[in-house]
């Protein structure tokens, strides 16, 4: 089982060179997913070395255990 998981988005520019929103799978429902399996952002990054490329940021996550999620209200039980 995965504990710890860095990952990298990466956003285009359009035709007229303004960056344009990370596409899915980066979407909200990507954060959400891994949410629900029990990951947390604990770090976030600007990639600004390739920034001339699109949009980079890296995301770090870390699971926790589930009963840190038993006290958020609301929270679906996790599988």
Not at 3 to 16: A, M, P, S, V
Request: glycine share 6%; hydrophobic share 40%.
């Amino acid at each position: 089982e995965l504990r710890q998981i860095l990952i990298e988005l990466h956003g285009r520019r359009g035709k007229t060179e303004k960056f344009q929103e990370i596409p899915s799978p980066a979407g909200p429902d990507f954060f959400e997913s891994m949410y629900q399996h029990g990951y947390v952002i604990f770090h976030k990054e600007v990639n600004i070395r390739f920034w001339h490329f699109g949009q980079c940021i890296e995301y770090a996550f870390v699971k926790l255990h589930r009963d840190f999620f038993q006290e958020i209200p609301n929270f679906p039980a996790l599988p």
